[in-house]
């Protein structure tokens, strides 16, 4: 859904910052630090969007992104993690990885020594360990107490629905209903509290961008589900000739539309998230946009309980992240 957002962000910024610039989704401060240490230790803006979403990945951030955290129906953590060369256009992504806590390390090994762009599942995990990454348990205490407390819940919630026996209800093995009933659109699980996804940009001093994302996608999700974040134009999106962008929020919903249309970043995002609104008036979902020349902005929107949303920022002036957030709408 990126894609469009900030392929004609133009080049008057609505919040203008000095290049080089960090921005990610959330809170995640150590993120921004790690991301904009390796600039300053001249690392290229791959290397800073690398460092900057593995730093998550080793911390867990909120349960949400690397290991132990959002178990699926089976009680197993799989990661999901994409990168974007801006210059090149090169992508590399995986998705349904399982055993490696470093996502963001393979998706970039994936870019960087394969004709491929995205590798997923258990061949993902193989790939990733003829590369050298360590093959390790991604399971903690807490994810298999979550996993254990959903069991004893009928498994609630999940994202079942025309099947029996009644998901609301009851766990499966489920089948299709013989008769399906009537159905517009799926209610929502994401609760805005859980995050979920780190998103980075990051724009070098001379306007290159990287971009990268890494999540362990959403808590209790169906084996295999793959959402927005680690697919290109839709979980994030870098062009060094107008900017970048990354989304966090309901990927399912999310990877469904691609904005067509935007102007200054912050102007690109709420397009964005209006487009969505149109169809999913109450989805969880929010967007970070950087273009070429330092301005950066953020939409997301509103909900009950969830009236703002809070990023990171760091460039030359500040040399620190900053915590700032947006009013959603």
């Given at each position: ?38 600039l300053q ?44 060369n ?31 762009t ?52 009851s766990?499966g ?15 929502g ?8 996804t ?15 994302t ?23 999106y ?36 209006s ?34 949303f ?20």
């Amino acid at each position: 859904m990126i894609q469009a957002v900030f392929i004609i962000i133009c080049s008057l910024p609505l919040l203008h910052a000095t290049l080089p610039l960090v921005i990610n989704t959330w809170h995640f401060e150590n993120a921004a630090s790690a991301a904009w240490g390796a600039l300053q230790k001249d690392g290229s803006v791959l290397d800073a969007v690398e460092r900057g979403c593995a730093q998550c990945e080793l911390e867990q951030c909120d349960g949400s992104v690397g290991f132990g955290g959002s178990p699926d129906e089976r009680g197993e953590t799989t990661l999901d993690a994409m990168i974007m060369n801006g210059n090149t256009m090169e992508v590399g992504a995986v998705a349904d990885l399982r055993r490696i806590k470093n996502a963001v390390g393979v998706a970039r090994a994936v870019m960087e020594y394969t004709d491929h762009t995205f590798i997923v599942g258990e061949s993902a995990s193989i790939f990733a360990q003829n590369m050298g990454f360590m093959s390790e348990d991604l399971a903690t205490n807490k994810s298999i107490a979550i996993f254990s407390q959903w069991l004893q819940q009928n498994c609630q919630p999940n994202y079942r629905k025309i099947v029996s026996p009644d998901p609301s209800k009851s766990c499966g093995p489920y089948k299709p209903k013989a008769e399906k009933s009537r159905q517009t659109f799926a209610k929502g699980h994401f609760d805005p509290s859980s995050h979920d996804t780190i998103g980075m940009v990051v724009v070098g001093k001379n306007g290159q961008v990287a971009v990268a994302t890494s999540t362990n996608g959403a808590t209790h999700k169906i084996p295999g589900r793959v959402g927005d974040s680690p697919v290109a134009g839709a979980g994030a999106y870098a062009d060094s000739t107008a900017g970048g962008a990354a989304a966090t929020g309901d990927g399912d919903i999310m990877m469904r539309f691609l904005p067509r249309n935007g102007a200054q970043p912050t102007v690109a995002c709420t397009s964005a998230i209006s487009r969505i609104k149109k169809y999913y008036p109450d989805f969880f979902g929010a967007l970070i946009c950087a273009n070429t020349t330092g301005g950066y902005g953020a939409a997301c929107n509103k909900r009950p309980g969830f009236s703002q949303f809070p990023f990171m920022v760091v460039n030359q002036q500040t040399n620190r992240p900053q915590l700032q957030k947006v009013d959603c709408f």
